[in-house]
């Protein structure tokens, strides 16, 4: 039998591994759960299919590496069309965007606000102000307030006025306050007064155009009758489903302009620039968090792939 001191000492040796391999191991799985940590995003846009238009693309490359997108209709869409109206619009924009949701690998929440009718009130703010909350948001992506249709200057302005309030514990008390301002993000639009917009990111969809117009054709009152009809091209509607997308495609896919292939020149490089075909930009709120480079390239993670 060895003596007392030895035996301690083997003991002690044995504890110290112990000691080392479980520091190990939980460093290994704390690295994991950074490397796996979730980035929730909201996108907020007034109607059933302006989160669809603005940030479809980037939303599915969210959700397929497995991160939590939201997006919010604020009005249910029951304006939008020029033979059907009111109550039964809106079912059927509801459901068309709960079909679209499934599509983007998104959950899709239409508001029951009437269209063309939107208002920027202090209780359809609270309500945003809740849902960022709930969806814990890392990213909130909407509207600039410079825009033809009023509802989507109030939708901006109602998502402004949601910034940094849905730190503030003392507004909507009935629901936790986030602990930081997210980083609030404008989707692009061609209106140039008073300011145009500014590229800070851009965001590579080349590969998930196709899926992008599939998840779109969802709404079908829109894109084949309303939109076409407002614009004088409800002849031009093709018959079949899989002409009715290449149709879609070809009449809303994204166009590069010089502004957006500088920014993903800078997020992307020049040379693999040479390549995107299409990609959504956003410009960043001043009233949101204000993200270093480093930060960007952490919640847009397709970007360094
Ligand atoms: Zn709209």
Not at 298 to 305: A, H, T
Request: a negative charge; hydrophobic letters at 40%; one cysteine or more.
């Amino acid at each position: 039998m060895k003596p007392y001191f030895y035996r301690n000492i083997l003991f002690e040796t044995i504890t110290m591994k112990k000691y080392i391999f479980l520091s190990f191991l939980f460093g290994l799985m704390v690295i994991f759960a950074i490397a796996q940590e979730k980035i929730n995003v909201v996108v907020i846009g007034a109607h059933p299919d302006d989160c669809d238009i603005d940030a479809g693309g980037t939303a599915i490359q969210f959700s397929e590496s497995g991160h939590n997108v939201l997006f919010v209709s604020v009005t249910n869409g029951d304006a939008g069309h020029h033979k059907k109206g009111g109550g039964a619009l809106a079912k059927i924009r509801t459901a068309e965007a709960q079909e679209a949701g499934k599509r983007f690998g998104v959950k899709y929440i239409v508001l029951d606000n009437h269209d063309g009718e939107l208002m920027p009130t202090l209780e359809i703010r609270l309500n945003l102000i809740r849902l960022i909350r709930e969806w814990n948001a890392d990213i909130v992506i909407g509207p600039r307030p410079n825009d033809y249709h009023p509802d989507h200057r109030n939708t901006a302005i109602l998502i402004q006025d949601a910034a940094y309030m849905v730190i503030v514990p003392n507004i909507a008390p009935d629901t936790p306050p986030l602990k930081r301002n997210p980083v609030f993000l404008y989707t692009e639009d061609r209106f140039q007064k008073p300011t145009p917009f500014q590229a800070d990111i851009a965001v590579d969809i080349s590969e998930v155009l196709d899926q992008k117009i599939y998840a779109m054709s969802a709404h079908k009152s829109q894109f084949f009758e309303w939109l076409p009809w407002t614009s004088g091209r409800l002849d031009e509607v093709p018959e079949t489903e899989e002409a009715r997308i290449d149709w879609l495609k070809n009449w809303r896919k994204p166009r590069l302009n010089d502004k957006i292939k500088q920014s993903l020149a800078k997020w992307y490089g020049e040379e693999k620039t040479k390549s995107i075909e299409y990609a959504e930009a956003f410009e960043i709120c001043e009233y949101g968090r204000r993200p270093s480079e480093e930060e960007i390239r952490k919640l847009f993670p397709m970007i360094n792939q």
